[in-house]
């Protein structure tokens, strides 16, 4: 027998319909407490003074928990860097478009295979050497052999004046 | 679920009875029919049960004392250490007690598949106790965050940083455990709640694992069905509950070697230093009881592909009762399996040491071929085998063989043979 619609079944639908768009609306405030709140947020920039970084040194310093490694290169390090062809990267990018700045490079220190600090001029690449799982970045801490996908992430920076970066 | 109808003999007792049967449940429990031939392997639930109710009175008491802020977790925990009345004791108790938690629980899961306790109809309880095993292994890590030492902290980052293989949503995914752009304060807060919810649920997963092994009673080591209660059962107490104890005293000399004469043997220098966001620790490594997940996660060179293949190496153990095509459960009678077992127990000891060791060279050529062996083992091995292999014959009944008139004497001698081991 063909069941016919009724008044009820539409009361039923209107109801499960309701009760679902409340329990969304009480379910999203509880899944979205855990994101950064306003005052993790509020920590977006810092400045660096890099004026007594030598050619040839990197530092490193805390933007939003992060360690961003500042290195200023040497001029063989720089030609180097621009040396390398794009096929025989895993994650083709130009040395020119990662330091806008070729004295300067500016990147977050975070391994993108799963977040450790890469060591300072170790590796098969005279760049960075990842520790945990073996992962080798070149000068320009691009990936070049290991388990991470991509090259080590550049942050939004600026010069604010000739000594002064501000990160973020 | 039990046999036969219970009535308190106290006019109380039955008035009490008769509006909540809690004395029919204990009734029940000490009644309860359990093959007479179960083996000291069969005595880990019970000490389980004992790591369960340790770590949850322990941690409680550790809690009141602990202070869950990034910048004074770290301190709090000398604190325990150095200040707090006997807070040495519960902490290590409660560190050790980790390890020993899950040295029980791997014996506990060898056991079900020596003996097939995870063949029908016991496939619920099964998968009761894998979901109860993944959730000891997220409050594990979860609490070895908490001190907020070197290792907390860059284990946290590690572990997190799995989600963003995830494509699309990984990234923020990731952001949302962290509650901000890396594991900070907001990380240990959060960590520390649900480090503390986990046991509870644990503990109503273990009555559910209880309730679900009593409805079709324990699988024994020749594996056979058996008729309860009869001559082939004897009641849970005395006789169970007097195993269980003794096999629990002798665990406990070894829980207390660890916490009184080697109390971080089991744990790393590394994490007596204080989280530091900028330095990584030289070598990473997990505890010992994840060490053969780490070795299939670094065995694949890719990133998404290595933490899928260490998530399969976890659930496909929920799909073994239907992998395994074998009728027969006990590896007492199948010759072959039991020779695929020590081998799979010998692979993962192998997963587990490879993990420990830097991931280069021959390490990871030995890592891959034996996370390579691990799946073999669960797709390949065991669904062929139930249909190739030759088992021996069953005897008929646990107490048949021993009284004469065996069908199978051998059979029953091999079995002896190996309670001895």
Redo the contacts between chains.
Sequence with gaps: MEKKTKRRDFLFTATYAVGAVGVGAVVWPM?DQ????AS?KALASTEVDVSAVDPGKTI?V?W????VFIRRRTQEEIVEAKSVKLEELKHPEKDEDRAKNPEWLVMLGVCT??????LDQKGDYNGWF?????SHYDISGRIRKG???TNMEIPEYKFVDANTIKIG | MSEHEYTPKSKVGKWFNDRLPLLTLANHLTDYPTPKNLNYWWTFGGILTFCLITQIVTGLVLAMHYIAHADMAFESVEHIMRDVNYGWLIRYIHANGASMFFLAVYIHIFRSLFYGSYKSPREVIWIIGIIIYLLMMAAAFLGYVLPWGQMSFWGATVITNLFSAIPLVGEGIVTWLWGGYSVDNPTLTRFFTLHYLIPFLILGLVVLHIWALHVPGNNNPIGIDIKKPSKDTVPFHPYIVIKDGFALLMFMIVFAFFVFYTPNILGHADNYIEANPLVTPAHIVPEWYLLPFYAILRSVPDKLLGVIAMLSAILILAALPWLDTSKIRSAVFRPLYKQFYWILVADVLILGYVGAMPAEGLYLLIARIATAYYFLHFLVVLPILGFKERTTPVPLSITEPILGGSPNFAAVKKKDDFKDQ
């Design positions: 899944i855990m994101n950064p709140d993790v490193t805390l939003r928990g992060k360690p295979h799963l977040g450790c600090v890469p990842c520790p945990c799982h073996g388990p991470a996908p």
